[in-house]
């Protein structure tokens, strides 16, 4: 693993900035616009990265206390969170982007290292140690700075974040049916072998580049002899 704790909290304070920024001075007309992701505008991207500031804060609580807190009530409290906050006022919307971010925030600075070490369950049903929630935000608001469409892309976020991020998708795409892939970051020698299907297609690009394709985002990477690298399944 390529990535600490510091790390992963580290980013969460870059992610948030950058976010944070991004968003700043927005109203009803900015707000309103498309996200980078299909069929959401930018109210409900904003939306669930709030929401998913106040669901880690559930996971949080429960490695503080040891009282068990999931992340969301019921599998259709997310999406239901998430078109409520698409409804806000955009000044209640952003104050709410803020104000979630800095509860956790406050809520991981105030957990002592045993309590990190507390395991918790995540909205995908997977039992991991506290010190992921760190790594699960900063995954949030740094990708997710980039589907503002507001002018952000991977290019922007750290280095270490990209191998980070790669290194995760890598992992996760390989326990499911697919082509099977050798990747390179040809800027910082990175890479990757994705297991899957068939002899592996070599696919090369710069760092940034990589990860963008790894999560299903504009990447502009190709396979060795030129042609478009193969289409990936939906990471999450």
Same mark, same amino acid.
């Given at each position: ?9 580290? %980013? ?135 589907? #503002? ?42 890479? %990757?072998? #994705? ?39 939906? %990471?999450?």
């Amino acid at each position: 693993m390529r990535r600490t704790v510091d790390d992963a909290r580290r %980013w969460v304070d870059f992610g948030t900035e950058l976010t944070l920024k991004a968003v700043a001075g927005w109203g009803e007309p900015e707000m309103g616009l498309p996200s980078g992701l299909p069929g959401w505008t930018r109210k409900n991207l904003i939306a669930h990265i709030a929401g998913n500031a106040d669901a880690l804060g559930n996971l949080t609580h429960w490695a503080a206390t040891g009282e068990r807190t999931p992340m969301y009530s019921s599998p259709d409290q997310r999406a239901a969170d998430i078109e409520a906050g698409a409804h806000r006022p955009a000044h209640a919307l952003s104050g709410w982007l803020r104000e979630s971010a800095e509860r956790l925030a406050t809520a991981m600075a105030g957990l002592r290292a045993s309590q990190w070490r507390t395991e918790v369950v995540t909205a995908q049903g997977r039992t991991v140690p506290a010190t992921e929630v760190p790594w699960l935000r900063a995954r949030e608001v740094c990708v997710h700075a980039v589907d #503002l469409a507001a002018g952000i892309g991977f290019t922007d976020l750290p280095a270490g974040f990209l191998t980070a991020l790669s290194d995760d998708v890598v992992g996760k795409r390989g326990t499911v049916p697919g082509q099977a892939l050798t990747l390179t970051a040809t800027d910082t020698g990175d890479r %990757w072998h #994705l297991a899957g299907e068939g002899t592996p297609i070599a696919v090369s690009g710069p760092l940034a580049g990589i990860t963008a394709y790894l999560t299903g985002r504009p990447h502009g990477v190709t396979a060795a002899d030129g042609s478009p690298a193969p289409r990936l399944a939906a %990471w999450l």
